[in-house]
Nanobody, 124 residues
Framework: QVQLVESGGGLVQAGNSLRLSCAAS????????MGWFRQAPGKEREFVAA????????YYADSVKGRFTISRDNAKNTMYLQMNSLKPEDTAVYYC?????????????????WGQGTQVTVSS
Protein backbone atom coordinates (compact mmCIF):
# COMPACT_ATOMS: atom_id res chain seq x y z
CA GLN A 1 0.00 0.00 0.00
CA VAL A 2 1.06 3.56 -0.72
CA GLN A 3 -0.24 6.62 1.04
CA LEU A 4 0.10 9.99 -0.68
CA VAL A 5 -0.39 13.27 1.16
CA GLU A 6 -0.45 16.62 -0.62
CA SER A 7 0.39 19.91 1.06
CA GLY A 8 1.14 23.49 0.13
CA GLY A 9 -2.20 24.60 -1.23
CA GLY A 10 -3.82 27.86 -0.28
CA LEU A 11 -5.28 31.17 -1.40
CA VAL A 12 -3.08 33.43 -3.51
CA GLN A 13 -3.53 36.40 -5.80
CA ALA A 14 -3.12 36.05 -9.54
CA GLY A 15 0.49 36.29 -10.62
CA ASN A 16 1.85 34.78 -7.43
CA SER A 17 3.37 31.36 -6.80
CA LEU A 18 2.74 28.22 -4.76
CA ARG A 19 4.71 25.04 -4.28
CA LEU A 20 2.82 21.83 -3.75
CA SER A 21 4.39 18.77 -2.16
CA CYS A 22 3.33 15.15 -2.29
CA ALA A 23 4.82 12.91 0.38
CA ALA A 24 4.60 9.17 -0.11
CA SER A 25 4.68 6.60 2.66
CA UNK A 26 4.07 2.90 3.03
CA UNK A 27 6.59 1.95 0.40
CA UNK A 28 9.03 3.67 -1.89
CA UNK A 29 7.71 5.28 -5.07
CA UNK A 30 11.15 5.86 -6.54
CA UNK A 31 10.63 3.15 -9.17
CA UNK A 32 7.38 4.65 -10.44
CA UNK A 33 6.32 7.68 -12.41
CA MET A 34 4.23 10.23 -10.57
CA GLY A 35 1.74 12.84 -11.65
CA TRP A 36 -0.37 15.82 -10.70
CA PHE A 37 -4.02 16.22 -11.66
CA ARG A 38 -6.57 18.84 -10.76
CA GLN A 39 -10.32 19.17 -10.58
CA ALA A 40 -12.17 22.46 -10.67
CA PRO A 41 -15.77 22.81 -9.46
CA GLY A 42 -18.19 21.36 -11.97
CA LYS A 43 -15.40 20.00 -14.17
CA GLU A 44 -13.77 16.65 -14.70
CA ARG A 45 -10.39 15.82 -13.26
CA GLU A 46 -7.65 16.84 -15.69
CA PHE A 47 -3.98 16.08 -16.17
CA VAL A 48 -1.51 18.75 -15.07
CA ALA A 49 1.99 17.27 -15.11
CA ALA A 50 3.86 13.99 -14.89
CA UNK A 51 7.42 12.89 -14.20
CA UNK A 52 9.08 9.56 -14.91
CA UNK A 53 10.66 7.42 -12.24
CA UNK A 54 14.10 9.05 -12.42
CA UNK A 55 12.94 12.61 -12.93
CA UNK A 56 14.60 12.75 -16.32
CA UNK A 57 11.42 13.18 -18.32
CA UNK A 58 8.54 15.49 -17.61
CA TYR A 59 5.24 16.26 -19.36
CA TYR A 60 2.83 19.14 -18.94
CA ALA A 61 -0.65 20.09 -19.97
CA ASP A 62 -0.58 22.94 -22.48
CA SER A 63 -2.45 25.13 -20.03
CA VAL A 64 0.41 25.07 -17.50
CA LYS A 65 3.45 24.66 -19.73
CA GLY A 66 6.04 27.32 -19.00
CA ARG A 67 4.45 28.23 -15.66
CA PHE A 68 4.50 24.97 -13.67
CA THR A 69 7.48 22.73 -12.91
CA ILE A 70 7.22 19.17 -11.65
CA SER A 71 10.12 17.59 -9.80
CA ARG A 72 10.86 14.78 -7.39
CA ASP A 73 13.31 13.83 -4.67
CA ASN A 74 13.45 10.05 -4.56
CA ALA A 75 15.62 10.11 -1.44
CA LYS A 76 12.74 11.82 0.35
CA ASN A 77 9.99 9.87 -1.44
CA THR A 78 8.47 13.23 -2.32
CA MET A 79 7.24 14.98 -5.45
CA TYR A 80 6.74 18.70 -6.00
CA LEU A 81 4.82 21.07 -8.23
CA GLN A 82 6.14 24.61 -8.45
CA MET A 83 3.37 26.84 -9.76
CA ASN A 84 4.31 30.32 -10.96
CA SER A 85 2.28 33.08 -12.59
CA LEU A 86 -0.90 31.59 -11.21
CA LYS A 87 -4.20 32.47 -12.88
CA PRO A 88 -7.76 32.33 -11.56
CA GLU A 89 -8.41 29.41 -13.93
CA ASP A 90 -5.80 27.40 -12.01
CA THR A 91 -8.23 27.28 -9.08
CA ALA A 92 -8.92 23.62 -8.32
CA VAL A 93 -8.24 20.76 -5.97
CA TYR A 94 -4.84 19.36 -6.87
CA TYR A 95 -4.17 15.63 -6.54
CA CYS A 96 -0.93 13.72 -6.70
CA UNK A 97 -0.88 10.17 -7.95
CA UNK A 98 1.48 7.23 -8.37
CA UNK A 99 1.65 5.65 -11.82
CA UNK A 100 1.48 1.89 -12.42
CA UNK A 101 4.83 1.94 -14.22
CA UNK A 102 8.03 3.88 -14.68
CA UNK A 103 7.02 6.00 -17.65
CA UNK A 104 5.17 9.28 -17.20
CA UNK A 105 1.52 9.07 -18.26
CA UNK A 106 -1.27 11.55 -18.84
CA UNK A 107 -4.33 9.32 -18.39
CA UNK A 108 -5.79 8.99 -14.91
CA UNK A 109 -6.47 5.26 -15.36
CA UNK A 110 -2.71 4.69 -15.56
CA UNK A 111 -2.38 5.72 -11.90
CA UNK A 112 -3.22 3.39 -9.05
CA UNK A 113 -2.77 5.44 -5.88
CA TRP A 114 -4.12 8.93 -5.23
CA GLY A 115 -3.83 11.51 -2.50
CA GLN A 116 -6.78 13.29 -0.90
CA GLY A 117 -6.05 16.56 -2.67
CA THR A 118 -5.12 20.10 -1.66
CA GLN A 119 -7.14 23.18 -2.53
CA VAL A 120 -5.55 25.93 -4.60
CA THR A 121 -7.53 29.14 -4.98
CA VAL A 122 -6.28 31.99 -7.14
CA SER A 123 -8.04 35.31 -6.78
CA SER A 124 -8.10 37.93 -9.50
Amino acid sequence: QVQLVESGGGLVQAGNSLRLSCAASGRTVSNYAMGWFRQAPGKEREFVAAINWSGGHTYYADSVKGRFTISRDNAKNTMYLQMNSLKPEDTAVYYCAKARGQLARMRSYEYDYWGQGTQVTVSS
